[in-house]
């Protein structure tokens, strides 16, 4: 090999790995860049998880709590209680949706609150938002139907009821049109970029309303507006129906008449024309009567006749007691949206302001804006303070000696 030719290998060689360490350095300099952008996100996220704590431990609560009561609900009323009554048929679906909402809703708003700005994916975030507003507008359907149907029940006792296929096949319809009236929801929210300037524009994902032109958040608006217009109905309706139930349940109490049984003597209480009580004596001549007999049986006419008066007593109180505690249920649902509509309206209105807010101020109104998981949890208490079989099944359960 000639001189020149050796030179030119050796020139050649020293290029090579010249370009070779080259590469090598930017590799590494990309590699510490992206290393650096990494920390700096998990620092971030880090940071406003611990911000976000006192609401996570308030939502871990509500889950924990609303497991364990509606898991109670739907064992004492599946398997412990007669299913065949009329007013307790939809307890069991009502508890089944409330505690799917439930682990959806914590799922999504825990996610959120621990990984705020490293959401883990665009799928996901859609999935969870969507069956978020899926199962909350179910419920909020069903109770409409339990209104209607304890309407026929107290108002309409002698025409058209709610037989079981109709009972079931309302579910079905709560559910689908829950399911189609929120799919708009897959297109306007998913995973959306954010950017920290403090630390160095670090760039993370939140799963929120996603950016568009002025004609999809035009979109966005109506469409919550007409979400927003079938949640008012569907309140007024519940409102309405349960106002006319009352007043019904009213009307009865005062038509009812009660019934003392004593030991030797039969009172019953009645009332004259002038709205006057008085106690109508009953007389019997033993001389005139023809036998022991028909003493006896006359004796025992009005023995029956009281006891079913007692008994038809005792079934309305009982239908009148279901009907307003499935108006509490409705009453204590509405108070718990009312929070969460409020703020859905501000912070569509004014994006920026959940971060105009002081801590303080803050979780406050986080705490109001997620308050709608309270009606997924609320209704075990609710049939405890109303229903004493369901009272008395849950301590047989729980209080065993």
């Known amino acids: 090999m000639s001189l020149l030719q050796t030179i030119h290998c050796i020139s050649n060689s020293s290029y090579t790995t010249k370009y070779r360490n080259m590469n090598t350095s930017t590799n590494f300099d990309d590699a510490l860049e992206d290393i650096k952008r990494r920390a700096f996100l998990l620092y971030w996220n880090e940071l406003t998880s611990e911000y976000l704590l006192p609401n996570t431990i308030v939502l871990a609560m509500y889950l924990l709590i609303g497991l364990a009561g509606n898991i109670a609900v739907i064992l004492v009323y599946q398997f412990g209680l007669d299913k065949k009554t009329d007013g307790r048929y939809f307890i069991v679906p009502l508890a089944w949706i409330d505690t799917t909402a439930l682990i959806v809703t914590a ?23 969507y069956l978020s507003y899926v199962t909350t507008c179910t419920s909020l359907f069903l109770l409409n139907a339990i209104a209607v149907q304890r309407y026929l029940k107290i ?3 002698f025409g058209s009821q709610m037989n079981m296929l109709w009972k079931r096949f309302s579910v079905l319809i709560c559910t689908i049109a829950s399911v189609l009236l929120y799919i708009p929801v897959l297109f306007y929210y998913g995973v959306v970029e954010t950017i920290n300037h403090s630390l160095g524009n670090i760039s993370g994902h939140q799963c929120n309303k996603l950016p568009g032109t002025p004609g999809q958040l035009r979109g966005l608006k109506i469409f919550q507006g007409f979400g927003f217009f079938v949640t008012i109905t ?3 309706t519940i409102t309405v129906l349960y106002i006319c139930i009352t007043i019904s349940i009213v ?9 003392k049984v004593r030991r030797d003597n039969v ?6 024309a002038t709205g006057q009580t008085y106690v109508p004596k ?35 109180k009982s239908t009148f007691r279901i009907s307003f505690m499935f108006m509490t249920i409705s009453i204590v649902a509405f108070l718990a949206y009312l929070p969460s509509w409020t703020f859905i309206v ?3 209105n004014n994006p920026a302001f959940w971060k105009s807010l002081p801590p303080t101020a803050f979780h406050i109104c986080l705490t109001l804006r997620r ?9 075990p208490f609710i049939y405890g303070a109303f229903d004493y079989s369901f009272r008395e099944k849950i301590k047989k359960m729980f209080c065993k000696k």
Do not use: W
């Open 346 to 348: 501000i912070e569509t």
């Open 155 to 157: 108002c309409k006792p």
């Open 282 to 316: 009953i007389q019997v001549n033993l001389q005139s009567a023809t036998s022991d007999t028909e003493i006896s049986m006359e004796t025992s006419t009005r023995m029956n006749e009281i006891k079913e008066h007692t008994t038809k007593s005792a079934t309305k």
């Open 267 to 272: 009172i019953v209480t009645t009332s004259d």
């Open 371 to 379: 308050m709608y998981m309270i009606n997924h949890f609320c209704n």
């Open 251 to 259: 009307k009865q109490l005062k038509r009812m008449k009660f019934v």
């Open 234 to 236: 569907n309140v007024v």
């Open 107 to 129: 799922a999504f708003n825990l996610t959120r609150n621990m990984k705020p700005v490293i959401f883990p994916g665009h799928g996901a975030c859609k999935l969870l938002i």
